[in-house]
């Protein structure tokens, strides 16, 4: 890859790790045009009412003064010695990312519930120590903030089996102009079997990319010694494809995979120490170039026809247009404005019985945190932890990527929402920041919040009396992450049942492997191209707190039985309610029961409600089935997939085992910093402080339809967590949004509105509507040296 979104996140043209992102040609392809660049925020969307929340946000990411100061703090620290990203290349530490360390739960509760103390700020840093022959990236604890005498920073040993919470990078340096002076070497077979243009080392003359396998591999050298394995494929650059009045470039190359594979030895700093150890065409494999030259020249050598691009790569509009289908369709309009309130600067919102605090991060994006509902904290935290993209296949590329994606980030990409598209023209944009390489970039509508009809009733139910019906209106929050070719949409969705429900859907592009005999993994789905089976697995931390810290987790189970009951003579075959409780973390790996038999609940066992039953909330998938990774023991993620082998796990919550996974594992997933397995030690779990990760995902085995990009319509999976025996009777009755018809015979004799105001206004939709001529990327602010008054476009970024 030559252009990495990565190093667009590093600010800086640091050789890092080659991501799965295609390619940028270097036209570039946004047609967008930029708004002015004053402040960080757009307000392309409508303000909400503001509110005040009712305490600091504890868990809102840095502001660029607060990373400022870490960051001048750590260039301070002679122990580390940095080097200002701007000026720094591969053989130099340098800072990775700055985020906030969340605040000790005690000491968090205390502030919040009892007007305890505001917890100390700390960060977590992460910085690659370049400087050396055997780079890592060290996790470290840094505080308290902002920096004073009384600071300090921190190996963050807590949680971690890594010795001083470093991990090795094994492809710090960079490998790509390696790989082209290899296939430039043999450029002759390569144009013949490509059709490719091979005219120089400076790859921008050609119409191919190399990159391959992620993580990296480990091989025994035949001297014992451990050796670092990369394989590369070929893939072809998309062609620009006329759309009619001009050209243009779409982003499918990961449609063009093209059948030949070189394996590398990169062990080491040396690039003189590097090595071609084979190369893969047809099933067959050679040694070296002379090998491959040789049986090449041979009659009889089978050649295979590559992928080509065309316009099946477009996204555009194609075929014939539907009867009607130009005019507009339907839309959402908010007449009397939003029905929600938000604290902007901390990021609090509240609509009906619901409040929560929104924050931002650059490993996982979105993450919410202390919901309530009717006053009480239902869960502490709800978010993303780590999502893996497991794929298989008959050729190395394919079977040896297992994306960790934290790696690349859920925060960098979150481009703005499209309103309109992504989201309601009405909907309320909250400004998301992260900060990675000195930089801090803030992405203009990161996250939407919006209320929406769901389209289908909330309750009904009619006689021949009467009828009574209730809308179904949800509050959502939305993020979406375009991380490489796949956009992944994050939803959490807030009902008047009191339900939460989250939700991931996947488009974008697919990564598709040349078709050469490939059948037993995916189908053939073009000319020369397999869809490339894969598992998706998005792991999600639900830290619940049912009316306090301490619950249980319970199944109630509908099992048939066979009872012999006093009223009738013979035995009756039946089902019941079988009550059980899960006693401790060696019972802490869950899987969805077949038939969904059990109901898995927690509750607080303290908290009976009037009827004498226990007081919880049921966790339900709801879209999808529960995932979890069919590989069990990958030999790409080795003990980094230990969140992804059941479909649910629930364990004492601990400060130090706050994440399942660590963004940097993708570096050595044989020994990463977080191993998840460890967190289970059997550890007893009743009425305990619980925290549930549950896996969201699908089994992804990719068909015709999805070229040219996956649909959101079945690429989707959701949880739902629902009040189960918490309330007396159902919420959703407080709303006004319903009615009540009654009827006689034929004649109407009295209809109820309970107050709900009509939509009575007139609504131009012209002036409602967005001009997507105002869509605008990434603002962005160098922090060392810190430069808060210039802030510029920050376009690389940008996928
Ligand atoms: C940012 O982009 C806008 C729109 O393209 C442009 O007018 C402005 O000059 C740019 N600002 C900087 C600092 O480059
Ligand atoms: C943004 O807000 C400013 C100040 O409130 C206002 O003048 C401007 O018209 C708004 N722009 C858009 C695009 O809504
Ligand atoms: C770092 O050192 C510089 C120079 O001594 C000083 O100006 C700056 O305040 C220090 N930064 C912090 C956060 O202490
Ligand atoms: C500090 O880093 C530089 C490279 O940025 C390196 O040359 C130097 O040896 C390092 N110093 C120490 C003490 O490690
Ligand atoms: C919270 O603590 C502050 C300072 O200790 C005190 O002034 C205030 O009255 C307390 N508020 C409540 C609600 O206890
Ligand atoms: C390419 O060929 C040249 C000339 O034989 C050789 O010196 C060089 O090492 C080769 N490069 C690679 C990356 O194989
Ligand atoms: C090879 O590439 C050239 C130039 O892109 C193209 O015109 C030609 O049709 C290709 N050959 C085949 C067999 O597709
Ligand atoms: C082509 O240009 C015409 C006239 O400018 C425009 O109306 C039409 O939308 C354009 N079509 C495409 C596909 O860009
Ligand atoms: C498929 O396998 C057969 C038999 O091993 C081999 O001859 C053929 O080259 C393979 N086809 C491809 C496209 O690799
Ligand atoms: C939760 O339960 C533990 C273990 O019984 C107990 O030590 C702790 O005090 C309880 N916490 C609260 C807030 O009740
Ligand atoms: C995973 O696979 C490796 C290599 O095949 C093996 O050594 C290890 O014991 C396996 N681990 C488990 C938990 O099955
Ligand atoms: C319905 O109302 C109409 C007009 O008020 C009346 O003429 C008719 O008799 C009523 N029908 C029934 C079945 O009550
Ligand atoms: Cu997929």
Redo the contacts with the bound molecule.
């Keep these: 890859m030559r252009f990495f979104p990565l190093l667009a996140l590093l600010g800086t043209a640091l050789a890092m790790p080659s991501p799965k992102i295609s390619s940028v040609r270097p036209n570039g392809r946004r047609p967008l045009s930029r708004r002015q660049l004053s402040t960080d925020s757009a307000n392309i969307t409508a303000a909400a009412p503001s509110a005040s929340a009712p305490s600091d946000n504890l868990w809102k990411y840095f502001s660029n003064d607060e990373a400022a100061d870490l960051i001048s703090y750590l260039h301070n620290q002679t122990d580390l010695n940095l080097t200002a990203v701007a000026d720094a290349g591969a053989w130099d530490n340098t800072i990775l990312v700055v985020d906030v360390l969340p605040p000790a739960k005690a000491d968090a509760l205390a502030y919040l519930d009892n007007n305890g103390t505001k917890p100390e700020r700390w960060a977590t840093v992460h910085i690659t120590f370049g400087a050396t022959e055997e780079p890592y990236v060290q996790e470290f604890l840094v505080g308290p903030l902002p920096a004073s005498d009384k600071t300090g920073h921190y190996p963050n040993t807590a949680g971690t089996q890594a010795k001083d919470a470093k991990i090795r990078v094994y492809d710090l340096d960079d490998t790509y102009s390696f790989f082209l002076d290899t296939a430039f070497n043999m450029s002759d077979i390569v144009s013949d079997l490509l059709n490719a243009t091979i005219t120089s080392t400076d790859d921008i003359d050609n119409t191919f990319d190399i990159w391959g396998i992620d993580p990296l591999w480990h091989e025994q050298g035949e001297d014992g010694s451990d050796r670092v394995i990369n394989w590369v494929g070929f893939w072809r650059y998309p062609d620009e494809i006329d759309t009619g009045n001009s050209t243009f470039n779409f982003d499918g190359e990961t449609l063009l995979p093209q059948g030949l594979y070189m394996k590398f030895d990169v062990t080491g700093r040396d690039p003189s120490g590097w090595s071609l150890k084979g190369i893969l065409y047809t099933d067959e494999y050679y040694t070296s170039i002379d090998e491959f030259r040789t049986a090449w020249q041979k009659e009889g050598f089978i050649k295979v026809t590559p992928t080509y691009s065309g316009e099946w790569i477009g996204t555009d509009q194609t075929g014939d247009i539907l009867p009607l289908e130009t005019e507009s369709p339907p839309v959402n309009v908010q007449p009397q404005g939003q029905r929600f309130k938000v604290d902007e600067e901390q990021k609090w919102v509240e609509w009906m019985d619901f409040s929560f605090y929104i924050t931002f991060t650059r490993d996982t994006g979105l993450r919410l945190f202390d919901i309530k509902y009717k006053g009480d904290r239902i869960l502490y935290e709800l978010g993303l932890q780590e999502a893996i993209a497991h794929y298989a296949g008959n050729d190395p590329v394919q079977s040896g990527t297992g994306y960790l994606d934290t790696y690349y980030g859920f925060g960098p990409y979150a481009f703005s929402l499209v309103p309109g598209f992504d989201i309601p023209d009405y909907a309320y944009c909250i400004d998301s920041k992260f900060h990675a390489a000195e930089i801090s970039v803030a992405h203009r509508c990161g996250i939407a919040v919006f209320e929406a009809d769901q389209n289908y009733l909330m309750q009904r139910h009619s006689t021949d009396e009467y009828l009574s019906a209730t809308k179904n209106v949800a509050l959502t929050v939305r993020s979406v992450s375009t991380v490489g070719n796949y956009d992944y949409n994050f939803d959490y969705n807030f009902y008047l049942d009191g339900t939460i429900e989250i939700t991931v859907r996947a488009s974008g592009y697919i990564q598709s492997a040349y078709y050469a005999n490939n059948t037993e993994y995916g189908y053939k789905i073009h000319k020369g191209l397999s869809g490339s089976m894969h598992d998706h697995n998005l792991n999600f931390k639900a830290d619940f707190d049912i009316l306090g810290v301490n619950n249980t987790m319970v199944k109630h189970t509908v099992e048939p039985i066979t009872v012999q009951y006093k009223w009738n003579p013979t035995p009756r075959n039946t089902m019941h309610l079988v009550r059980t409780d899960v006693l401790s973390e060696d019972e802490g790996k869950q899987r969805w029961s077949a038939n969904a038999q059990e109901q898995v609940l927690v509750v607080n066992k303290d908290e009976l409600n009037a009827n004498g039953e226990e007081r919880g909330y049921k966790i339900m998938p709801s879209r999808g089935a529960g995932m979890y990774l069919t590989v069990q023991n990958s030999s790409n993620l080795f003990n980094s997939q230990s969140f992804a082998t059941d479909a649910y796990y629930v364990l004492k919550r601990k400060d130090t085992e706050l994440r399942a996974s660590n963004a940097w594992n993708r570096n050595d997933p044989e020994r990463p910093l977080v191993d998840f397995a460890t967190f289970f030690n059997g550890e007893s779990l009743l009425q305990e402080d619980l925290v549930v990760f549950f896996n969201l995902g699908m089994h992804h085995v990719p068909h015709t339809g999805d070229l040219p990009n996956t649909v959101f319509t079945t690429a989707q999976s959701s949880m739902m967590i629902t009040p189960h025996n918490y309330l007396l009777s159902d919420p959703s009755r407080q709303s006004t949004q319903m009615i009540r018809i009654n009827y ?4 109407v004799s009295d209809v109820v509105t309970f107050g709900s105001q009509e939509a009575t206004a007139e609504v131009n939709l012209a002036q409602t509507a967005w001009d997507p001529w105002t869509y605008s990327g990434d603002v962005a602010t160098r922090k060392f040296p810190y430069d808060p008054e210039n802030p510029y476009n920050d376009t690389e970024s940008i996928v």
């Design positions: 006689n015979n034929d004649n």
